[in-house]
T-cell receptor
């Protein structure tokens, strides 16, 4: 069965610190997709990244970077030089052959000024 | 380009009633998917519609149903409301079929409270 675990329920860091959000997934399929979404206080989910299971290259987008490791079934997300605007709930998600997105419970990130 | 819109934004209903929520996708998008978000269960996939056909469904009872119109607008209906149906209902649209392949653009959600 598919499962996404975000062990960190809540994290607080001071602005400009780096922070890593952990995500561990389970699936029996060899073809699957991994996602990260951001949910700011307004409520809308904002797509950040999608990775398919055959692409283990790490990705960097500005201050955001993602580390995908199939060997440990992890897809971690790092924010470098965090800013107050990064405060939100972040969701890691998985979809496989069923094409249904399974979300983790989310990590609430507080960036303190 | 206008984003995904959902109406109403807030709704209060009584147990046993039914409710209909509406979602208008981004212009040109033909796929609409629905999600329920609660503090206890988190974010859960409800269903996906493409070209007026339900192509995928999550693990929810039959009280939850939906439909999609020819203009891609979608409605979600919950009958015989229960207290546990209180949630934020999110709708997302995509340019093509499949929530995995096409980026999903989410609306602001409808906050449903059942009393």
């Amino acid at each position: 069965a598919q499962k996404v675990t975000q062990a960190q329920t809540e994290i607080s860091v001071v602005e400009k610190e780096d922070v890593t959000l952990d995500c561990v997934y389970e699936t029996r399929d060899t073809t699957y997709y991994l996602f990260w979404y951001k949910q700011p206080p307004s409520g809308e989910l904002v797509f950040l990244i999608r990775r398919n299971s055959f692409d283990e290259q790490n990705e960097i987008s500005g201050r955001y970077s993602w580390n995908f490791q199939k060997s440990t079934s992890s897809f971690n997300f790092t924010i470098t030089a965090s800013q107050v605007v990064d405060s939100a709930v972040y969701f890691c998600a998985l979809s496989d052959r069923d094409d249904k997105i399974i979300f983790g419970k989310g990590t609430r990130l507080h960036i303190l000024p | 380009k206008a984003g995904v819109t959902q109406t109403p934004r807030y709704l209060i209903k009584t147990r046993g009633q039914q409710v209909t929520l509406s979602c208008s996708p981004i212009s040109g998008h033909r796929s609409v998917s629905w999600y329920q978000q609660t503090p206890g269960q988190g974010l859960q996939f409800l269903f996906e519609y493409f070209s007026e056909t339900q192509r995928n469904k999550g693990n929810f009872p039959g009280r939850f149903s939906g439909r999609q119109f020819s203009n891609s607008r979608s409605e979600m209906n919950v009958s015989t409301l229960e207290l546990g149906d209180s949630a934020l209902y999110l709708c997302a649209s995509g340019a093509g079929v499949g929530v995995s392949v096409y980026e999903q653009y989410f609306g602001p959600g409808t906050r449903l409270t059942v009393t």
